[in-house]
């Protein structure tokens, strides 16, 4: 089905005419809402179909009276895609691409899109902070990212090497509450400005775990430690004693026999086993 609406996209001009109306075809399933599974076949810009039939009937550009003449129709198996059926029997297959999205990537559009992640990073929103971007693995070189978990004080984010899977850095992670409250120190400040950090803190290393180095945008550097201690919130006597009695309840007589035999079994296994490397040494 024949499909033309207004581009929205005003950063990219690639498949609209001269009013600015993006024509497609699409399947009419979609349209039509049929039941089902929804069709997975691509909507086909017109510029695209026009360009893909002349290459395909060998012209310059596209014709309606050669089309007309020499293809009965078009079938689309797949996403990119493109079976004409001329008449006679010839089939010709053809695939195609989009360029939209790699078109729409002009100077300009990259230029405003860093301004607004700029933006939006340092206003701290979603799961950006005014951290994001500033801090740094002095291990593997790789840059350090925001994770947020539950801890039993509630949910709570730590700055942790995103490389440390691949290259097994080791540096231990920082709780953004002890960051930030070792950077207000550092500035002078009572307590954490997302602003003032921005605009006097270039990037914070990770040198290794415990040690963080702040680089000023001045050009100096300071040094800083910080816990790697786990730190949770102390067991209650009544959550102790829970404790206690769910172990005590668990070892059955029956299960503290079962336990001694294994381990019965263990030390006679390790005795001949080190009888049997003892013999093997004394061979010459």
């Known amino acids: 089905m024949h499909n033309t609406r207004k581009n929205r996209a005003k ?3 690639t498949y609209t005419d001269e009013d600015g109306m993006y024509t497609t075809w699409v399947c009419g399933s979609r ?3 049929q039941k089902g599974e929804p069709c997975m076949a691509k909507e086909i810009p017109d510029k695209i179909l026009k360009a893909c039939c002349a290459e395909v009937l060998g012209l310059a550009e596209f014709d309606d009276e050669v089309f007309a003449e020499r293809i009965e129709r078009i079938d689309v198996p797949d996403g990119g895609i493109l079976v004409f059926h001329f008449y006679g029997g010839t089939e010709v297959t053809k ?10 990537w002009t100077d300009e559009y990259k230029d405003r899109q860093r301004e607004w992640v700029r933006s939006y ?4 929103e979603g799961r950006f902070s005014p951290l994001t971007t500033r801090i740094r693995c002095g291990c593997c070189g790789g840059s350090c990212r925001r994770q947020v978990q539950g801890t039993s004080d509630g949910k709570i984010a730590y700055w942790r090497c995103s490389g440390s899977g691949a290259t097994n850095c080791g540096i231990k992670g920082i709780r953004e509450p002890e960051l ?5 120190d550092l500035m002078d400040l009572p307590e954490f400005d997302g602003d003032a950090f921005r605009e006097q803190v270039d990037h914070i290393t990770m040198v290794k775990s415990g040690l963080l180095e702040f680089t000023f945008a001045d050009g100096h550097t300071e040094e800083a430690e910080y816990s790697t201690k786990r730190k949770g919130k102390p067991w209650s006597e009544e959550q102790r004693a829970k404790f206690k009695e769910s172990i005590k309840g668990s070892y059955t007589p029956e299960r503290r026999k079962a336990m001694s035999e294994h381990m019965k079994q263990v030390r006679r ?3 001949w086993n080190s009888k049997g490397k003892s013999k093997q040494s004394q061979q010459p």
């Open 180 to 184: 930030m409250e070792i950077a207000a």
């Open 121 to 124: 990073m340092a206003k701290g």
């Open 269 to 271: 296994e390790r005795y």
């Open 95 to 104: 695939e195609w691409e989009s360029s939209a999205k790699k078109d729409c």
């Open 11 to 13: 950063f990219t001009t």
């Open 31 to 33: 349209k039509q809402k």
